[in-house]
Each structure stands twice: as C-alpha cells, then as structure tokens.
C-alpha cells in the first residue's frame, strides 16, 4: 500500500518587476511627473473664494498656508521624477534610486491635497466652496500618485501554501504576502558610501542641514492653526521618508560622522539661533518646554537605554531638584528664608537628586525587570503624596502642600536677570528666550556627561548589564554598584534640569509631578520619548521629546480625542519602527534581522 502526499504549493519563478498599479511604466513615469508638475501650478490658483478658511487660499499667483506645503511636496516629486529619467546633474538628489522616493513624494503631496480639501470642504460647509484651483490639485496629486505607484520593483516571493490550511490560514497567509509586496514597493538599496569631498564643501553641507533642521523646526513650532500643523505633519512625514530612501540622509550622516565635533558644535550655534528668528516670547515658551523635557529624557536615558534600568517614577527626582531650588530661591512662600545665588542653587537641586537616587537605588537595585518598575512606580507616588502632606497640618511645613512654593524669583547670573527682556544685536530676546539659552547650556552639559560616560569603562559596564546582566556578572562586573551609579547620574541629570523648570514656571506644585497626565513633563511620557526617539543614543530622546510635547500642544483641538489620537500614533511608530525613530545600529538589527550588518560597531552599539 502507497500514500501520495502532496506538496505544498510554490512558485516555479521569481514573479517579473512590475508596479502596484496595471499601468506600462512609461506611462507611469510621465503621469508621476506631468502630475508633480501640474501641483506645482495648481498652488498659484484660488482654492477657495473666501479667505474664512485660514491661510487665505483666494490669491492668485501667491501660494499661502497650506498651499505652501503642497508645493514643497510637488516640487520634492517632480526633481525626483526628473532624477528617475535620468536628467544630468540630478543623479545625485537619488543615490539609493529614484522610484521610492517618488512615490513617498507623490504620497506626501497627495495626502496634503486631499486633507486640504477635505478640511475647506468641512469648514465652509460643501465642495461648493471649492475654487478650480483646489479641484486640479487634487486631481493632479492623484494622478501623480497612480503614476508613481506603477513604476516596477522587484516582487518577494510568496512563502509555499499548505493545501491542507484551512480558509482563514490562507486569507492571514495571502495577507502577509500583500503586505510584504506593498512594503517592497517603497524599498531602495543603501547607498554607496559617498566620496571624500574638500573639507570646506563637507563643512558647507552639514551648515546646509543644519539651516534645513532649524527652518523647519521653527516652522514646525510657528503653525498658527490647527489646519496648518497637521498639514505640516504629513508633509514634513512622507517628505523625510522620501529623502531617506533617495538615500540622502544616509550620505548626510556619514558627512557629519566624519565631523562630529564640527557638527555637534554645529548644532548647538543653531539651536541658539532660534530666539533670533522668533518676533515675540510666544513660541520661545514652547522651546524653552521641550528643552527642559528633553534634558531630562536624556538622563533617563542614562537609566533605560544604557543599563536596561525600567524607572516608571523618574519624574520624581525632576520634582526634586525643582523643589530644592525652589526653597532656597528667596520667595516669600518658602519655609526656608534663604536666597542662593544660580551656581549654588543648581547644587542644590543636583545633589538633592542625586541623594535622592542613591537612597532609592541602593535597597532595591537588586531587584530586576518589572519588580523593579514597580518598585520606582511607587517611589513615583510617595514623592507625590509626601509633598502634598508637608503642609503643615499633615506634616511638617516644608513644601506647602497642594499650594506647592510659589512666586519664585527670576535668575540672575552675574547681574544679568533672565526675567527682563535684553536687547542683543539689534533683537529683542525676551524672558523666556534668555531661559531657553540658559537651558541650552544645561542640556550641553548633560549631552557631554552622556557622551563620556557612555564611552567610558563604565558605559560598558552598563551595556554589558543591558545585554545580559547574569553574563556581565560572570565576567566580574560589580552589577550592583554599577546599576547605582547609572541611577544616581540618571537623578543627578533631572535634578539639574528641575532647578530651571523652577524659576521658569514660577511655581511648583506636586500635581507637576505625575506618572501619567495630558502633557509632559511626567514618567510615561519620558519613558516614551526614550522609547520612541531611540534608546541609548542622543540624539533619540532629543527628537522623541521635541515631537511628543509639541505634537499634545498642537493637538489641543481634539478636546477629549486628543490622548486617544496620541496613543494610536504611537502604537502605530512601534508596530512599524519598534526600534525608535533614530536608533544604534545594534538595536536595529535587533528588530530587523534582515538589515546589513555594520562593519562598525561603536562601544554603545551606534
């Protein structure tokens, strides 16, 4: 007796290149770039005939608010679609190829178009409203869409088929093949490592990326309405991802890498820039915010992304430094009727955190994992709900209760009073533009103490306890005094950053001090910023924090929707970049395996 078997189902070839839409490619070039070139036009034309929309939409022959954006779209299109040709001299806008970036392009102006539209169409009550100019912008982005979506790519192979699946195991099975081929589409090849240019051309590109960063930053932060913000987004979104995959930023970063003194001090002049280009104090609020926040992401940072630490209360030792410097800052409202100078106040507050820290870390670092998180959740709470009872009646009166220290002073640091505006060079820089610099030192500081330590015999010490604390404990590391010293630097750092939210806010009060709330700065969402800008690098929590305070301060329309849209966005980053938005090459290959290996490895792994 014989039993026939049959085998499961494979196919006999690679499938031929061919695009997501039936269109001959050809055909689809000429649609990606006669489309791009027609949105171009449509952003001189009338959108709409009543300037009741914002950004006024009704001028002809002078694109405003939102059309601005679409032009900067369009035009990303059409120079890549013309690279896709092959044009002479725009070769080196795609190293990694053309097509992918044309089609992110493509997307970036098609999802700006059509949101637009959607938004008057919404806001003034019908399509009615819409002027010739708004139809052929929709329809010239749709049109370059179709196109850049036909241009071919090479198909993945579908994984063989059981024919004994069931239905559902076979519709999972044709889904993850579909999805696999739509991500394909949009993949490029990594570029070749760029050639050696004359150092004066390799110093002019990085102050041209610098001079990029700092326009859209302060456009980013500037957005007048709600409209405009989101707009910003999808541009600025599928816009980056199309620059990527041309593979410009690929070769943009191994310009900087070659000088990373040059561009870090690079960065920092034009960090410091951005009070000059703001008019008034209104978006310098906002700067001064993220500054604080990202400073103190870094030194969590220290905590979770160099020594694996999960600390769920590390708000509490930012709450700490704002409180030392607080009661030793000369208000009326604090029991201690002292006045500290700057310097002395900052150590205060450092080293009030970083006592802190050590008499937290040192009885329970010897737990791991989420023994631990729970452990710093609670030290969270009880800073918390011990501040609050130091009222005077529920305890002693130190920090007033739920009335917190209030009326704190402005800094004055060798005469010179960060409360006052001062005119530099002709710029009027107002209060909070002078805490924005100060808070800019402060965060060089604390990037400085990361990089070195980092580096350092230390470091790896923390790494190797990241990596796996039971080998690094074989290999002789003193794993409890490592983790203490990781915790104590990591509250030192927030400490120091607390002791500036002091004065800038004039008060502080436990409900600042939070595990979750609506906005930053508390534990979730420092932990977030980490998380989604990229653990153990710097430049990771730096942007993480920028998007995650200003994105909630922009976001502010969506009323009672606002943290749930929040949260789907960021469920949304870790399904698809669960490495963070700028990752070390060895997280990366953590969560894509199928990624080249670096030749390269830094002793953090970057």
């Known amino acids: 007796m014989t039993t026939q078997t049959t085998a499961p189902e494979t196919p006999s070839s690679a499938p031929a290149p061919a695009g997501l839409v039936p269109i001959p490619e050809k055909t689809g070039r000429a649609l990606a770039l006669g ?36 032009l900067i779209g369009a035009a990303l299109t059409t120079l890549f679609a013309l690279a896709s040709y092959g044009v002479k001299g725009l070769g080196r806008l795609a190293p990694s190829g053309a097509d992918a970036a044309v089609k992110l392009g493509a997307l970036a102006t098609f999802t700006t178009v059509w949101y637009t539209v959607i938004a008057i169409s919404v806001d003034l009550g019908g399509a009615v409203n819409l002027e010739p100019g708004a139809y052929i912008a929709a329809a010239a982005s749709l049109v370059a869409l179709v196109g850049a979506l036909a241009l071919p790519f090479e198909h993945p192979l579908p994984d063989p088929i059981d024919p004994d699946d069931s239905g559902w195991e076979k519709f999972k099975h044709q889904s993850r093949h579909r999805w696999t ?56 979104g599928f816009g980056f991802a199309a620059l990527n995959k041309a593979g410009l930023v690929a070769q943009a970063s191994q310009i900087t890498a ?65 409180y030392a410097a607080a009661l030793v800052s000369g208000t009326p ?142 290999m002789g590391i003193n794993g409890f005094r490592v ?38 700065p508390n534990s979730a969402f420092l932990l977030a910023a980490v998380v989604l800008g990229g653990m153990g690098t710097i430049s990771g929590p730096l942007v993480g924090a920028a998007l995650l305070f200003l994105i909630p301060n922009k976001l502010q329309f969506l009323g009672e929707f606002q943290l749930f849209s929040f949260g789907v966005a960021l469920i949304l980053i870790m399904r698809f970049r669960p490495e963070g938005l700028i990752p070390n090459r060895r997280r990366q290959l953590e969560f894509h395996e199928e990624a080249e290996a670096p030749t390269v490895l830094t002793k953090a792994g970057a």
Do not use: C
């Open 181 to 236: 081929t739509v991500k394909a589409a949009f993949h490029a090849e990594a570029p070749k490592p760029v050639g050696t240019l004359p150092s004066y051309a390799e110093i002019l590109i990085i102050i041209g990326v610098l001079a990029l960063g700092l326009t859209v930053f302060t456009y980013g932060i500037g957005t007048e309405y709600d409209e405009l913000f989101i707009g910003f987004m999808l541009t600025a």
């Open 333 to 474: 409202t604090s029991p201690i009727d002292v006045h500290f100078p700057f310097w002395a106040a900052v150590l205060v507050g450092a080293a009030a955190s970083l006592v802190f820290g050590v008499l937290i870390g040192a009885p329970t670092l010897r737990l791991r994992g989420d023994y631990l998180a729970i452990v710093t959740l609670g030290f969270g709470e009880i800073f918390r709900i011990t501040v609050n009872n130091l009222d005077g009646t529920s305890g002693p009166k130190i920090t007033n209760g739920s009335n917190g220290v209030v009326s704190i002073p402005d800094l004055k640091i060798f005469g010179f009073d960060l409360g006052v505006p001062h005119d530099i060079a002709g710029f009027t820089i107002g209060r909070f533009a002078n805490y924005f610099l100060l808070m800019l030192l402060i965060t060089a500081v604390v990037i400085v103490v990361f990089r070195r330590s980092s580096d350092s015999r230390i470091g790896r010490a923390w790494i190797a306890i990241r990596e796996d604390e039971t080998a690094a404990l074989a």
């Open 35 to 70: 489309g791009s070139a027609l949105g171009i036009v449509s952003t001189f034309l009338a959108w709409t005939w009543t300037s009741d929309f914002p950004g006024d939409l009704t001028v002809y022959g002078y694109p405003g608010g939102l059309q601005v954006l679409v």
């Open 258 to 322: 070659r000088h990373q003194n040059i561009t870090i001090t690079g960065a920092f002049v034009t960090a410091a820039l951005f009070p000059f280009t703001q008019t008034d104090d209104q978006y310098a609020t906002i700067g001064v915010q993220i500054l604080i926040f990202a400073t103190v992401a870094l030194g969590l940072n220290i905590v979770v992304g160099l020594a694996g630490l999960l600390d769920l209360g590390y708000v509490a030792f930012l709450g700490v430094g704002a």
């Open 483 to 520: 983790k203490l010293i990781a915790f104590a630097v990591g509250a030192t750092l927030a400490g120091l950053a607390g002791t500036v939210q002091a004065h800038v806010s004039y008060a502080v009060t436990p409900d600042q001090y939070v595990f979750a709330s609506s906005a930053p």
